[in-house]
């Protein structure tokens, strides 16, 4: 379809179309219009109504030249001048604003419309004879004694004379019905153009052609004029319509409109409209112009679909649309759009700081998590539901062996917890990390094996607790575990040392109180047998009075109440308390060592002597472990100074040398025990390890006794200590916490016991 003469040229096209309008001469009627040139409007400047003329200036003022003075009549003080404008020049005056209005048929005023933005004010009524309308068509038709010509698709292939290619109503019209009927005229119709509408009419009457189109009312004029017989001709495609009484085949479309230009001013242009609509159908302007008055403007769309349709100017193609037509267009929303972009702009780049902002502070998190994973001393992990290890920190690494690569991703329980400490598989259902998945509960194991790299295996004691996600679905666990080799070791030194102390503490307790008891009971019960052989004698003799006999019987009686009175004191000794302090009376506990130490003291020739002070009457203590203490003080030290000088070694004697004092003075809130002695002293050397388990001078000895006794001070928060000096004796002492007499509260002495 590209070449075709109607794609050539706008320009062309639109002179044409003027020339084809203005031909069929309805609006050419001979009236000679007053020439109202020269007045001018009260603002100096004329009102120019563009014309589209093809007849030249004279004809056009002619016509349209009393329509001007009509509307200089209606708004007065204005002055409006008719500017003949030829085709070529309409575009480019209406661009210029050489006019402030424009009458041109529709054609060219949907292009001036699309290009020039100018808008109508009123339609004009068009006259022929007595009838009058405001539309118009095409009529296509055919001689009536053709035989073969029904219908517009009998035409095909068939000859069809039009009068210009760029003739609206003589050709356009036409165009767009035959293909609304599937025809297109250039490619199935042959085609020829007449020029003018009666020549076209003409050549069908003839038969010089098939067929022809003029626009509405030609035929109907012509009849009137005698050029031809309406019963001649056959409308093809006829158009049934009592509003409209011409012939026709085609869609109707609007007449001339009168426009007015943009730069045209509103308030104007709605006067001269309002002028133009009261102007009287018979009114002389209307009758020089060849048209019967002004009705409201009509919709011009059917023009511009047409146009459309036939892709014709002005939409043969893309509008040169320059950057300058679109800012002075579109300028609000282009600054709009700037001013959005702009803060889309400005956003977006705040965005992206706050972006960085945020990518750094995450990334300095992570070092910080990093870091703080890395600096624990546990072992730390993730496990996801499959078992696989998700995370490890350095120190799962030192402690396991395992490289991280080589950790993430594999099963955790089969690398590292796949065999018990006793040898046996360790099966996963078993495993307490997957215990964990199951119930979703954290828990702790302060037991269990893992196993290192090297094949080595690992005590560990560690927790697996969920990991969940925001909403609480389980993700898997993280495991945080201890290496607890060292701390093993320690508690099975400790446990050891526990038993092995434990052994000898019974056998050494034991030993002792075999003696003690051997010792405490030998005498009453050498008293008792003595006393009892005695009375035998006497009795014998005959010498016993009733009165001896019950002396001696008194003091068997007295013997064997001291030998139920050791025994008792052993008994409370050896009976295991509870590790509960509690008020104790420092005179009876220095009591009941002295019961059981004095056989000794007194074989060793040793002073022995005990002394309370004010305020050290009681101690908060566990009685019997203090007693005992105090009885292992004490016997060392009669030990010790049984070496010292001569010693009576007979009963009753003593040795000024050899004296043995135990002590208890309030210092602070506390209160001293002292055991102090007047023997040689520790051994050279032996001040700083004689606290030591075996440690001893004594060739029977264990060297159990001080320790033994410095661990029951400091288990009542108490330190044992010692003073020597060689040749002056030695001095233990430890201080108890002051406690003040149980209730109901007793009545405690100072007291000095000698002995
Ligand atoms: P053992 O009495 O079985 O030797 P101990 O632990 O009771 O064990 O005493 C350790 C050592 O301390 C004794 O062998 C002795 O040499 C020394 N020792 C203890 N008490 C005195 C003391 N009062 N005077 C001198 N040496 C003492």
Same mark, same amino acid.
């Given at each position: 379809?590209?070449? $075709?003469?109607?794609?050539?040229?706008?320009?062309?096209?639109?002179?044409?179309?003027?020339?084809?309008?203005?031909?069929?001469?309805?609006?050419?009627?001979?009236?000679?219009?007053?020439?109202?040139?020269?007045?001018?409007?009260?603002?100096?400047?004329?009102?120019?109504?563009?014309?589209?003329?093809?007849?030249?200036?004279?004809?056009?003022?002619?016509?349209?030249?009393?329509?001007?003075?009509?509307?200089?009549?209606?708004?007065?003080?204005?002055?409006?001048?008719?500017?003949?404008?030829?085709?070529?020049?309409?575009?480019?005056?209406?661009?210029? =604003?050489?006019?402030? /209005?424009?009458?041109?048929?529709?054609?060219?005023?949907?292009?001036?419309?699309?290009?020039?933005?100018?808008?109508?004010?009123?339609?004009?009524?068009?006259?022929?004879?007595?009838?009058?309308?405001?539309?118009?068509?095409?009529?296509?038709?055919?001689?009536?004694?053709?035989?073969?010509?029904?219908?517009?698709?009998?035409?095909?292939?068939?000859?069809?004379?039009?009068?210009?290619?760029?003739?609206?109503?003589? /050709?356009?019209?036409?165009?767009?019905?035959?293909?609304?009927?599937?025809?297109?005229?250039?490619?199935?119709?042959?085609?020829?153009?007449?020029?003018?509408?009666?020549?076209?009419?003409?050549?069908?009457?003839?038969?010089?052609?098939?067929?022809?189109?003029?626009?509405?009312?030609?035929?109907?004029?012509?009849?009137?004029?005698?050029?031809?017989?309406?019963?001649?001709?056959?409308?093809?495609?006829?158009?049934?319509?009592?509003?409209?009484?011409?012939?026709?085949?085609?869609?109707?479309?609007?007449?001339?409109?009168?426009?007015?230009?943009?730069?045209?001013?509103?308030?104007?242009?709605?006067?001269?409209?309002?002028?133009?609509?009261?102007?009287?159908?018979?009114?002389?302007?209307?009758?020089?112009?060849?048209?019967?008055?002004?009705?409201?403007?009509?919709?011009?769309?059917?023009?511009?679909?047409?146009?459309?349709?036939?892709?014709?100017?002005?939409?043969?193609?893309?509008?040169?649309?320059?950057?300058?037509?679109?800012?002075?267009?579109?300028?609000?929303?282009?600054?709009?759009?700037?001013?959005?972009?702009?803060?889309?702009?400005?956003?977006?780049?705040?965005?992206?700081?706050?972006?960085?902002?945020?990518?750094?502070?995450?990334?300095?998190?992570?070092?910080?998590?990093?870091?703080?994973?890395?600096?624990?001393?546990?072992?730390?992990?993730?496990?996801?539901?499959?078992?696989?290890?998700?995370?490890?920190?350095?120190?799962?690494?030192?402690?396991?062996?395992?490289?991280?690569?080589?950790?993430?991703?594999?099963?955790?329980?089969?690398?590292?917890?796949?065999?018990?400490?006793?040898?046996?598989?360790?099966?996963? $259902?078993?495993?307490?990390?997957?215990?964990?998945?199951?119930?979703?509960?954290?828990? /702790?194991?302060?037991?269990?094996?893992?196993?290192?790299?090297?094949?080595?295996?690992?005590?560990?004691?560690?927790?697996?607790?969920?990991?969940?996600?925001?909403?609480?679905?389980?993700?898997?666990?993280?495991?945080?575990?201890?290496?607890?080799?060292?701390?093993?070791?320690?508690?099975?030194?400790?446990?050891?040392?526990?038993?092995?102390?434990?052994?000898?503490?019974?056998?050494?307790?034991?030993?002792?109180?075999?003696?003690?008891?051997?010792?405490?009971?030998?005498?009453?019960?050498?008293?008792?047998?003595?006393?009892?052989?005695?009375?035998?004698?006497?009795?014998?003799?005959?010498?016993?009075?009733?009165?001896?006999?019950?002396?001696?019987?008194?003091?068997?009686?007295?013997?064997?109440?001291?030998?139920?009175?050791?025994?008792?004191?052993?008994?409370?000794?050896?009976?295991?308390?509870?590790?509960?302090?509690?008020?104790?009376?420092?005179?009876?506990?220095?009591?009941?060592?002295?019961?059981?130490?004095?056989?000794?003291?007194?074989?060793?020739?040793?002073?022995?002597?005990?002394?309370?002070?004010?305020?050290?009457?009681?101690?908060?203590?566990?009685?019997?472990?203090?007693?005992?203490?105090?009885?292992?003080?004490?016997?060392?030290?009669?030990?010790?100074?049984?070496?010292?000088?001569?010693?009576?070694?007979?009963?009753?004697?003593?040795?000024?040398?050899?004296?043995?004092?135990?002590?208890?003075?309030?210092?602070?809130?506390?209160?001293?025990?002292?055991?102090?002695?007047?023997?040689?002293?520790?051994?050279?050397?032996?001040?700083?390890?004689?606290?030591?388990?075996?440690?001893?001078?004594?060739? $029977?000895?264990?060297?159990?006794?001080?320790?033994?006794?410095?661990?029951?001070?400091?288990?009542?928060?108490?330190?044992?200590?010692?003073?020597?000096?060689?040749?002056?004796?030695?001095?233990?002492? /430890?201080?108890?916490?002051?406690?003040?007499?149980?209730?109901?509260?007793?009545?405690?002495?100072?007291?000095?016991?000698? =002995?």
């Amino acid at each position: 379809m590209s070449p $075709q003469p109607a794609r050539r040229s706008a320009a062309c096209r639109l002179s044409l179309a003027l020339l084809g309008v203005l031909t069929i001469g309805t609006l050419t009627t001979e009236t000679l219009a007053a020439d109202q040139a020269g007045d001018q409007g009260t603002n100096g400047e004329p009102i120019r109504i563009g014309v589209l003329s093809h007849r030249g200036e004279t004809a056009t003022e002619r016509a349209w030249g009393p329509t001007a003075a009509y509307l200089a009549e209606a708004l007065p003080g204005l002055d409006f001048r008719i500017q003949p404008l030829d085709f070529a020049d309409i575009d480019a005056a209406v661009a210029a =604003h050489r006019v402030d /209005f424009v009458l041109a048929n529709p054609g060219i005023y949907v292009n001036l419309e699309v290009r020039h933005r100018v808008s109508r004010i009123a339609t004009l009524r068009n006259r022929v004879g007595d009838r009058e309308s405001n539309v118009f068509g095409g009529v296509i038709f055919t001689r009536a004694s053709n035989p073969h010509i029904h219908t517009l698709e009998d035409l095909r292939g068939r000859s069809l004379m039009a009068v210009d290619p760029t003739s609206l109503g003589g /050709f356009e019209m036409a165009w767009g019905e035959l293909a609304v009927h599937g025809l297109d005229p250039w490619r199935d119709l042959k085609l020829s153009f007449g020029g003018i509408h009666d020549a076209v009419v003409g050549a069908v009457v003839r038969g010089e052609v098939d067929a022809g189109t003029v626009r509405t009312d030609i035929l109907e004029r012509m009849a009137t004029d005698g050029l031809v017989t309406l019963p001649a001709v056959r409308v093809l495609n006829p158009q049934e319509d009592p509003d409209f009484s011409f012939l026709r085949s085609t869609a109707l479309y609007p007449e001339w409109p009168f426009s007015r230009l943009r730069h045209t001013d509103q308030g104007l242009a709605q006067r001269v409209a309002v002028a133009l609509l009261q102007m009287s159908s018979n009114h002389p302007a209307a009758r020089a112009g060849g048209y019967a008055g002004w009705t409201v403007p009509l919709d011009y769309q059917p023009v511009h679909r047409l146009l459309q349709r036939l892709r014709l100017p002005p939409y043969d193609k893309p509008l040169l649309f320059t950057l300058r037509d679109a800012l002075e267009r579109y300028w609000p929303m282009l600054v709009l759009g700037l001013g959005v972009l702009l803060i889309m702009a400005v956003l977006t780049l705040w965005v992206l700081r706050l972006n960085r902002r945020l990518e750094r502070a995450k990334a300095r998190l992570e070092q910080r998590h990093e870091l703080i994973l890395n600096s624990v001393a546990e072992g730390i992990c993730g496990v996801d539901l499959d078992g696989r290890t998700t995370f490890v920190n350095a120190p799962m690494e030192r402690l396991t062996g395992w490289r991280a690569d080589e950790l993430i991703g594999r099963n955790q329980h089969e690398l590292l917890h796949h065999t018990r400490a006793d040898g046996s598989p360790h099966p996963a $259902q078993e495993c307490p990390v997957y215990a964990t998945f199951r119930d979703q509960v954290p828990r /702790f194991v302060d037991e269990d094996l893992f196993w290192r790299k090297d094949g080595q295996g690992l005590p560990v004691a560690y927790s697996s607790t969920p990991i969940r996600d925001e909403r609480g679905a389980i993700l898997g666990a993280v495991v945080v575990f201890r290496d607890m080799t060292e701390r093993n070791e320690a508690a099975d030194k400790i446990r050891r040392h526990q038993a092995e102390l434990a052994h000898v503490a019974r056998l050494s307790t034991l030993g002792e109180m075999a003696s003690g008891i051997a010792h405490e009971l030998n005498q009453p019960l050498t008293a008792i047998s003595a006393n009892a052989r005695a009375c035998v004698h006497m009795v014998e003799a005959g010498r016993a009075s009733l009165e001896h006999c019950s002396d001696v019987m008194e003091r068997i009686a007295a013997q064997a109440e001291r030998a139920g009175e050791v025994i008792r004191h052993i008994r409370h000794f050896v009976r295991k308390e509870p590790p509960v302090t509690r008020p104790a009376l420092v005179s009876a506990m220095f009591e009941t060592v002295a019961a059981l130490l004095r056989p000794d003291a007194h074989r060793a020739g040793v002073a022995f002597e005990t002394r309370v002070g004010e305020g050290a009457e009681w101690v908060l203590a566990q009685e019997i472990q203090i007693e005992q203490v105090v009885l292992n003080l004490a016997r060392n030290a009669i030990e010790a100074m049984a070496e010292v000088g001569e010693g009576g070694g007979d009963a009753g004697g003593t040795d000024p040398l050899r004296r043995l004092t135990l002590t208890a003075e309030a210092v602070g809130r506390g209160v001293e025990i002292a055991v102090t002695d007047t023997g040689p002293g520790l051994a050279p050397g032996l001040a700083e390890t004689v606290f030591q388990p075996f440690v001893t001078t004594k060739p $029977q000895g264990l060297g159990l006794g001080l320790s033994i006794s410095g661990g029951i001070c400091e288990a009542h928060g108490a330190r044992l200590e010692v003073e020597s000096s060689p040749g002056h004796g030695a001095r233990f002492r /430890f201080t108890l916490p002051q406690a003040s007499p149980p209730v109901p509260p007793s009545n405690p002495e100072a007291q000095h016991h000698g =002995h």
